[in-house]
C-alpha cells in the first residue's frame, strides 16, 4: 500500500534561516505531487505542485520554492524565512489516474 | 475552473444532534467528490468520496450523497460525538493527469459533551 511521509513534525526557526521540508511517498511510482500551507484557521492554500521529476509549477510567487529531485521525494525550500512563512505546510499525492488526493500528516512551522 | 463552497464556521453542537455541513461546487462534466477530515495537529484525511451523481458515501457514521440537479455534497451525520470535533474539507476531483484538487475552506465542528 501507498504511505506518505512527512518530515519534521515541528520547526522553529528564526526569521533569516534557511528552510527544508521533505515529503516522501512509498509505495507507488510516478506520483503528482503537492505542497500547501494552512495558516491558523484558514484553508488550504496551493503552493507547488510537480507532475515528473524536475517539473515544478508555482501557484503563489513567494519566498518559498520547490524541487524533485528524485520520482517520490518533493522538497520545499527558502533561502531566508519570513515571519508570514509561518503556517502547517502538508505535502499531498495522487495517482494520475486516481481522483483522491492522499496528504501527509504535515509540518507545523513558527518562525520566530 | 472548478470551485467548491461549503459553509462557514464554527458550528457548534451538543454531544447525539444531527449534523449538516453544506458544501456546492461548480463544475462542469462529472468530477469525483470528497469529503476530508483534518482533526487538531494532522493532516487530512479522507472520509468519503462519490464518483457518480446519486452515489451516496458513507464512511463512520457519516455519509453524503452527490447530487448533479442542486451541484451539491452536503455531509450529514445522525448522531455527532466529542470525537467528532475536527475541521470537515470538501473536495473536488478529477483522474486527469495535470488536474490539482480543489478544497473548500473547511467549516470547523466542535462538538460538547
Same mark, same amino acid.
Given at each position: +500500500?501507498?504511505?506518505?511521509?512527512?518530515?519534521p513534525?515541528?520547526? $522553529?526557526? *528564526?526569521?533569516?534561516?534557511?528552510?527544508?521540508?521533505e515529503?516522501?511517498?512509498?509505495?507507488?511510482?510516478? *506520483?503528482?505531487?503537492?505542497?500547501?500551507?494552512?495558516?491558523?484557521?484558514?484553508?488550504?492554500?496551493?503552493? /507547488?505542485?510537480? $507532475?515528473?521529476?524536475?517539473?515544478?509549477?508555482?501557484?503563489?510567487?513567494?519566498?518559498l520554492?520547490a +524541487?524533485?529531485?528524485?520520482?517520490?521525494?518533493?522538497?520545499?525550500?527558502?533561502?531566508?524565512?519570513?515571519?508570514?512563512?509561518?503556517? /502547517?505546510?502538508?505535502?499531498?499525492?495522487?495517482?494520475?489516474?486516481?481522483?483522491?488526493?492522499?496528504?501527509?500528516?504535515?509540518?507545523?512551522?513558527? $518562525?520566530? | 475552473?472548478?470551485s467548491?463552497? #461549503?459553509?462557514?464556521?464554527?458550528?457548534?453542537?451538543?454531544?447525539?444532534?444531527?449534523?449538516?455541513?453544506? =458544501?456546492?461546487?461548480?463544475a462542469?462534466?462529472?468530477?469525483?467528490?470528497?469529503?476530508?477530515?483534518?482533526?487538531?495537529?494532522?493532516?487530512?484525511?479522507?472520509?468519503?468520496?462519490?464518483?457518480?451523481?446519486?452515489?451516496?458515501?458513507?464512511?463512520?457514521?457519516?455519509?453524503a450523497?452527490? &447530487?448533479?440537479?442542486?451541484?451539491?455534497?452536503?455531509?450529514?451525520?445522525?448522531?455527532? #460525538?466529542?470525537?467528532?470535533?475536527?475541521?470537515?474539507? =470538501?473536495?473536488?476531483? &478529477?483522474?486527469?493527469?495535470?488536474?490539482?484538487?480543489?478544497?473548500? &475552506?473547511?467549516?470547523?465542528?466542535i462538538?460538547?459533551?
Amino acid at each position: +500500500s501507498q504511505t506518505i511521509h512527512q518530515w519534521p513534525a515541528t520547526l $522553529v526557526q *528564526p526569521v533569516g534561516s534557511p528552510l527544508s521540508l521533505e515529503c516522501t511517498v512509498e509505495g507507488t511510482s510516478n *506520483p503528482n505531487l503537492y505542497w500547501y500551507r494552512q495558516a491558523a484557521g484558514r484553508g488550504l492554500q496551493l503552493l /507547488f505542485y510537480s $507532475v515528473g521529476i524536475g517539473q515544478i509549477s508555482s501557484e503563489v510567487p513567494q519566498n518559498l520554492s520547490a +524541487s524533485r529531485p528524485q520520482d517520490r521525494q518533493f522538497i520545499l525550500s527558502s533561502k531566508k524565512l519570513l515571519l508570514s512563512d509561518s503556517g /502547517f505546510y502538508l505535502c499531498a499525492w495522487k495517482f494520475p489516474g486516481v481522483v483522491e488526493a492522499f496528504f501527509g500528516q504535515g509540518t507545523r512551522l513558527t $518562525v520566530v | 475552473g472548478d470551485s467548491v463552497t #461549503q459553509m462557514e464556521g464554527p458550528v457548534t453542537l451538543s454531544e447525539e444532534a444531527f449534523l449538516t455541513i453544506n =458544501c456546492t461546487y461548480t463544475a462542469t462534466g462529472y468530477p469525483s467528490l470528497f469529503w476530508y477530515v483534518q482533526y487538531p495537529g494532522e493532516g487530512l484525511q479522507l472520509l468519503l468520496k462519490a464518483t457518480k451523481a446519486d452515489d451516496k458515501g458513507s464512511n463512520k457514521g457519516f455519509e453524503a450523497t452527490y &447530487r448533479k440537479e442542486t451541484t451539491s455534497f452536503h455531509l450529514e451525520k445522525g448522531s455527532v #460525538q466529542v470525537s467528532d470535533s475536527a475541521v470537515y474539507f =470538501c473536495a473536488l476531483g &478529477r483522474a486527469g493527469g495535470s488536474y490539482i484538487p480543489t478544497f473548500g &475552506r473547511g467549516t470547523s465542528l466542535i462538538v460538547h459533551p
